[in-house]
């Protein structure tokens, strides 16, 4: 499975393409951040962002897109902004076709250092092990977006485990009720007699 994970942002968003094979194997295949400078107007720098995310889906052709859920931040500018970058790559994947799942900082920290409290320092450190990288990658962004990618590798499974699972119980739960249903009018049909 080929990961496209993006760390979403209007300065600087990283991209990070890793592949994932059996068990928690990953390998790097691409890693970098696109910047847009802070004065030019917000549409242009979405659609910065937008082109290089398709850029790169078109380059890298990806299984499936993990993008960095906005979860809270303090400064609610900025908090937009990095919603709207996330929201111009998701609708770019969907153009293609490309699944879209989002994951919180702490699901993406724990994923790779075990710990959904770890800093950007252990996530970089972490995610340079895990794949096997010469260099640290830079800034934080694209160690993120890798980040980003390796946790889908891993979750993956038990995401696709638990939505088959909501599936099967639905259909559990629709049956019963139709049968429920099929009692109570046998049951007003024999009232009447």
């Known amino acids: 499975m080929r990961v496209f994970g993006v760390d979403p942002g ?3 968003c990283g991209f990070g393409v890793v592949d994932g094979g059996k068990g928690r194997t990953v390998s790097p295949v691409a890693v970098d951040v696109v910047r847009t400078p802070a004065d030019l107007d917000l549409a242009l720098r979405l659609l910065k962002v937008a082109e290089a995310a398709e850029s790169w889906m078109d380059r890298y052709r990806p299984d499936v897109v993990a993008v960095e859920r906005v979860f809270s931040q303090h400064n609610v500018r900025t908090a937009m902004g990095t919603a ?28 790779v250092t075990g710990s959904g409290s770890a800093d950007k320092a252990q996530v970089t450190a972490m995610i340079t092990r895990i794949l096997k990288l010469e260099t640290a990658p830079k800034p934080a962004d694209a160690a993120d977006a890798l980040a980003l990618a390796v946790c889908h590798c891993w979750r993956a499974p038990m995401i696709e485990r638990m939505a088959k699972a909501e ?20 049951t007003k049909k024999a009232g009447t007699r």
């Open 10 to 12: 209007l300065t600087r």
């Open 167 to 186: 599936a099967a119980a639905a259909e559990q739960k629709r049956r019963y009720q139709s049968r429920l249903a099929q009692a109570g009018t046998r």
């Open 84 to 111: 709207q970058a996330g929201g111009v790559v998701a609708l770019a994947a969907a153009r293609r076709g490309i699944p879209v799942c989002f994951h919180t900082p702490s699901e993406v920290k724990a994923a």
